[in-house]
């Protein structure tokens, strides 16, 4: 079965505006979560959604938002961009609760360069 | 703030030896998973290990879990080339839901 796809894979930006990251998860997982990794900061968590719905939410600025869709894709969206958001994003996928048993599955993530 | 540190942080062998990395972290957890990434591509889940477990195996993995230490550890026996990537330990809290990753650890195995 088709794995997480991410898109766009890269992208360039320019301080101030905003930018929409897509991600479609494993048919049948209702889970997506996205993640930013930087070289400085690591892997962090961003936010989690289920149903629709956000259920947790990692220590980001309102400029980072997210949203599910009926059919489980989700997006998210950067606000005002800064330089600092230059990272690569990743989305992952899970079962409910399938991530407690079984782990999450990653997407290839997009690569953004606020320039 | 990273839950989990991880060391060493880079690590150099050669084909065929085994590599060891530590992933040591601060609070109590669900379960604790460890994940390869080739060259800031995604995320490949290797494995996972829950609270009330010890050790587990899967193929050349070998993981285990320390709850009174707050710590793991990743074996990779008989190293290969297409092992080098970079190893990221990963708490999942009580809470669920959410990943608190480590630093990571870059492996290398020479041909």
């Known amino acids: 079965k088709a794995g997480v796809t991410q898109t766009p894979r890269y992208l360039i930006k320019t301080r101030g505006q905003q930018v929409t990251l897509s991600c479609s998860p494993i048919?049948?997982?209702?889970?997506v979560s996205w993640y930013q990794q930087t070289p400085g900061q690591g892997l962090q968590f961003l936010f989690e959604?289920?149903?629709?719905?956000?259920?947790n939410k990692g220590n980001f600025p309102g400029r980072f938002s997210g949203r599910q869709f009926s059919n489980s894709r989700s997006e998210m969206n950067v606000s005002t961009l800064e330089l600092g958001d230059s990272a690569l994003y990743l989305c992952a996928s899970s079962l409910p609760k399938g991530g407690q048993n079984y782990g999450y599955t990653f997407g290839s993530g997009t690569r953004l360069t606020v320039v | 703030s990273q839950q989990g540190e991880e060391d060493p942080q880079a690590l150099s062998i050669q084909e065929g030896e085994n590599a060891t990395m530590n992933c040591s972290y601060k609070?109590?957890?669900?379960?604790l998973q460890w994940y390869r990434q080739n060259s800031g591509r995604g995320l490949v889940h290797l494995i996972l290990i829950r609270s009330n477990e010890r050790e587990k195996h899967s193929g050349r993995l070998r993981v285990t879990l320390d709850t009174s230490k707050k710590s793991s550890s990743l074996l990779i026996t008989a190293s290969r080339a297409a092992d080098t990537a970079s190893y990221f330990c990963?708490?999942?809290?009580?809470?669920?839901?959410?990943?608190?990753f480590g630093e990571g650890t870059q492996l290398t195995v020479n041909p």
């Open positions: 609070t109590s957890i669900n379960n």
């Open positions: 048919s049948g997982h209702r889970s």
């Open positions: 959604y289920f149903s629709e719905t956000q259920r």
């Open positions: 990963a708490t999942d809290l009580t809470s669920g839901s959410r990943l608190t």
